[in-house]
């Protein structure tokens, strides 16, 4: 089970930092992914990290403003979120798949959290 939390609103070019706690023992068996669904709009991925926390992977539209991160011994994941623009605006969530080889694709995650608002103004 996953636990997404940490959205809100801010102004452009604020920060925020998302946090999914992971229930369950199995935490660092799985590559941990970051999704954004904006309304109207299909769910996009937004980042990515393997199961040691030593490979990211980001979407070319957050590169240099995000930072993805985990603590496997707290069975915790981070989206540090910097630089934020109104088109960051979506419902963010976290999810979980065993494989990396394909960290970019939401269809292939086996586990969601619930998702978290993220609301920037300009």
């Known amino acids: 089970q996953l636990q997404a939390s940490g959205g809100g609103s801010v102004q452009a070019g604020g920060s925020l930092r998302l946090s999914c706690a992971a229930s369950g023992r199995t935490f660092s068996a799985y590559v941990m992914g970051w999704f954004r669904q904006a309304p109207g709009k299909e769910r996009e991925f937004v980042s990515a990290?393997?199961?040691?926390?030593?490979?990211?992977y980001y979407a070319e539209s957050v590169k240099g403003r995000f930072s993805v991160s985990r603590d496997n011994a707290k069975n915790t994941a981070y989206l540090q979120m910097n630089s934020l623009k109104p088109e960051d605006t979506a419902v963010y969530y976290c999810?979980?798949?065993?494989?990396?080889?394909?960290?970019?694709?939401?269809?292939?995650?086996?586990?969601w959290g619930q998702g978290t608002e993220v609301t920037v103004s300009s």
């Open positions: 990290v393997d199961r040691s926390g030593s490979s990211p």
């Open positions: 999810a979980a798949v065993l494989t990396l080889d394909y960290y970019s694709n939401y269809r292939k995650y086996n586990y």
